[in-house]
């Protein structure tokens, strides 16, 4: 049953809590179990409505927008479920905090999507993934607690809602988690990607984190982090940059040399000059790739000094000339 909040302030429902509560006294004195549980209703309602009062009605009308309305008012803090339920009103907040995520697209993310991530980058020993989502939380992301939960970016992604069917369509079908990721990815090219979507995909399974970082370091997919070059995006979000591998010697270039050599060039082709900020439709350049000078087979090596970085036209170019 849908109850409508009345219009009270919340001093006016705190008073008549109060007096609810007061009255109760008498209540408590009496035998009947029931008479007591049905003389409590009341204030647990008053409460609930105490509770979704603190959020203006004219800043948000529902429950749903009370949740999203108090995650925008402290971003990038850890905030507990049960915060979640007093602003929001309802039993089944929890529900709300899925939908926002999933067809609003509201980058929130959960203290097991977290864990997931926190305990993949310490099994790979990539102490930098670590060490930024600590950063961004003040609390190291394998303390978050299951029921925490925290908003990453202020920005709506507006595509979400479409992306949420695909989803959906990856994540019936009968092949192994990796396969589903990287379709996944395959039909959302250069779209924001966030773990919890992978969570979701992944049925819960947290290999989910482990097999991004192999389809990236080991298949060499160009799916780009904030680690390793891309700067500008939201901790937690991942995005294919084009749809191809990288050449296999081109893989397994670690992290921090990636971001180094990314630095050194400027963050573009030292053939042309081409940057992402430039991406264009009708451009056939669409990312950055580093390549090695001196090629792994003639025992080139994965260092700043042996590395540059060319958009994928040059590459390919480069490629072609040495015919491998
Ligand atoms: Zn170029
Ligand atoms: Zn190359």
Not at 283 to 302: I, Q
């Amino acid at each position: 049953m849908r109850r409508s909040r009345p219009d009270n302030a919340p001093e006016a429902l705190r008073q008549s809590l109060v007096e609810l509560l007061t009255n109760f006294a008498e209540e408590l004195r009496k035998s009947d179990l029931r008479a007591k549980v049905i003389a409590l209703v009341p204030a647990f309602h008053k409460l609930r409505d105490l509770g979704s009062s603190l959020i203006p009605k004219d800043e948000a009308s529902s429950a749903r927008e009370r949740v999203i309305a108090y995650f925008r008012r402290y971003p990038r803090t850890v905030i507990n479920g049960d915060e979640l339920m007093v602003v929001s009103g309802i039993a089944e907040w929890a529900r709300r905090v899925r939908e926002l995520r999933v067809q609003f697209g509201w980058l929130i993310y959960s203290g097991m999507t977290f864990k997931d991530m926190a305990e993949d980058a310490t099994a790979a020993e990539d102490a930098e993934e670590t060490a930024s989502l600590e950063a961004a939380l003040g609390i190291h992301p394998s303390k978050i607690k299951p029921d925490q939960y925290v908003l990453m970016r202020e920005e709506q992604d507006r595509h979400a809602a479409h992306r949420w069917n695909v989803l959906n369509e990856v994540r019936r079908k009968k092949v192994s988690v990796t396969d589903k990721i990287i379709e996944y990815f395959r039909k959302n090219v250069g779209e924001e990607i966030t773990g919890e979507e992978l969570k979701y995909l992944a049925k819960d399974k947290k290999e989910w984190a482990r097999r991004v970082r192999e389809l990236r370091t080991q298949q060499g997919w160009p799916i780009v982090t904030k680690n390793s070059g891309r700067d500008d995006l939201a901790i937690g979000v991942y995005v294919l940059e084009e749809d191809r591998q990288t050449f296999e010697h081109d893989r397994t270039i670690p992290d921090a040399v990636r971001v180094a050599v990314l630095q050194r060039d400027g963050f573009k082709c030292v053939k042309c000059g081409w940057n992402r900020s430039m991406l264009s439709p009708d451009d056939p350049r669409k990312m950055l790739e580093l390549h090695h000078v001196r090629h792994h087979k003639d025992k080139g090596e994965n260092t700043v000094d042996n590395l540059i970085t060319l958009c994928n036209v040059h590459h390919d170019e480069e490629h072609r000339h040495r015919k491998s």
